[in-house]
């Protein structure tokens, strides 16, 4: 019995679709901030990877195995031994980023967002212009 009533809605399920008419999903547009987060958090795990065999931080994307969300561009911005910071853009929105920055900092220049100029206040924590 319960083997008949499984047959019986796979046929009446999609008879049943079918007479609503074609569903089209269309996906969100994506969140420009979200976007460009995702990619710093991912080359922030990159850049700890790349840490540990190498003693030291990479200075560009290609030198890590990386590859930001579709449509963000990111790039180191400085490196050294103990530090890097990072800018990551999405395509769609020209003149505005996010910035990041980890490890010890004196001495070196903290990133900043090209549109309105702003500073992460602590290490690990991005900042983004309004995208």
Known sequence: MRIGLQVIALIVLPTS???????ISVPPPPNPGQSVLLSLRSLARAEEQYLETRMRYAGS???LRFKPEPGVTVV???ATQRSWSAKGMWDKSPGRSC???FGYTSGV???ITDFEGRRPKQE???VCDPM
């Open 124 to 126: 690990g924590e991005p």
């Open 61 to 63: 994307v290609d030198s």
């Open 109 to 111: 220049k903290l990133p």
């Open 17 to 23: 679709l079918a007479a609503q008419g074609p569903r």
């Open 76 to 78: 180191v911005t400085s």
């Open 99 to 101: 910035v990041v920055y």
